[in-house]
């Protein structure tokens, strides 16, 4: 069983044990530009099928104990969520990020656009 990784949900993440056994796989981002203007946010994250999935869909889905990864081709991480955008004074939330690894390519913000 493998861990749920929610920073931004206040309430108890359910079990893991809800996993299901395909888990997505997202292979390119969607950015926006931000309210302010200074950098780009993720808006949401395309899978290795086609589809596209707003951040607060893939957020949701985190926190209900699915597990989704990114990947370069090569590698994949877990993706995890966090409470908001990592760029101050950004406010988009929730935000999806990863844990640095020994690829930053497979890294959402370095995935190609979408």
Known sequence: MGECYSSH??????SCALETSVVPLVTRVRKELSAD???WHIEGVCTEDG???SRKEVADRIDSGEAWSSSDGDSS????TIVSCPMPPCSASPYLTTSPDHSASNNLEN???C
Do not use: A, C
Request: no cysteine; hydrophobic share 25%.
């Open 37 to 39: 203007g200074t950098h």
């Open 9 to 14: 949900n206040r309430l108890p993440v359910p």
């Open 111 to 113: 995935l190609p656009r």
């Open 51 to 53: 589809g596209h999935y």
């Open 77 to 80: 991480v877990r993706i995890r």
